[in-house]
């Protein structure tokens, strides 16, 4: 099993920006594995954010596309989720997820084994 540790979540105002991290620990790289960001609202199901494949191809939801960019530095070994134009629906609790089994749309939560604690994000006017 993969441990993943989420960081970046917070408060922030209706229109502003959050980077959300996400860490393997070691020995795992963000590049042994596919990857992706989800959240969960309160009474919601879990919705997939982005995902990027081992051959690092991205894919989004019409939903964020746009606003949110994935992205890896590799220096630091983190799967990092820049999000922009934050609205106040974007209020949720953000999760990382690992190694994908490839059976599911990579942005389903059913295709990913690992997943970290989550992080929470709250966005307020």
């Known amino acids: 099993r993969v441990h993943l540790v989420e960081s970046g979540g917070g408060s922030v105002q209706v229109g502003g920006s959050l980077t959300l991290s996400c860490q393997p620990s070691?020995?795992?790289?963000?590049?042994?594995?596919?990857m992706a960001w989800f959240r969960q609202a309160p009474g919601k199901k879990r919705e997939g954010l982005a995902a990027?494949?081992?051959?690092?191809?991205?894919t989004y939801p019409d939903s964020v596309k746009g606003r949110f960019a994935l992205s890896k530095d590799n220096a630091n070994n983190l799967l990092n989720l820049q999000m922009n134009a934050l609205k106040s629906e974007d209020t949720a609790m953000y999760y990382c997820?690992?190694?994908?089994?490839?059976?599911?749309?990579?942005?389903?939560?059913?295709?990913?084994?690992?997943w970290g604690q989550g992080t929470q994000v709250t966005v307020s006017s």
């Open positions: 070691p020995p795992y790289t963000i590049n042994a594995f596919c």
């Open positions: 997820a690992a190694r994908c089994n490839g059976f599911y749309d990579e942005l389903s939560e059913n295709n990913y084994a690992d």
């Open positions: 990027v494949t081992e051959q690092g191809f991205i």
